[in-house]
């Protein structure tokens, strides 16, 4: 599981930057692949969506930070 999660934090940093350049500069990274209709661009927007999903639902059981554990206890 945490390979998985690596893969998808790594896919969520990608997609974040890429946002960022689209935004402040109006230039996407799918451009580099070949622009967004190539195939390979949509694989990689598929896999960040999918990560992103992934982590909404399994962030708090691979977070340290918002594992039950590692929470203060309220009194």
Do not use: R
Not at 29 to 57: C, H, N, R, T
Request: with cysteine; hydrophobic share 55%.
């Amino acid at each position: 599981m945490k390979a998985i999660h690596m893969i998808a934090i790594t896919l969520l940093i990608v997609g974040g930057l890429n946002w960022l350049l689209v935004g402040l500069f109006q230039w996407d990274v799918g451009v580099l692949f070949g622009g967004q209709a190539a195939m390979i661009s949509k694989i990689i927007y598929v896999l960040v969506g999918l990560s992103a999903i992934w982590e909404i639902f399994t962030h708090k059981s691979n977070c340290k930070m918002c594992s039950s554990s590692a929470m203060p206890k309220q009194m």
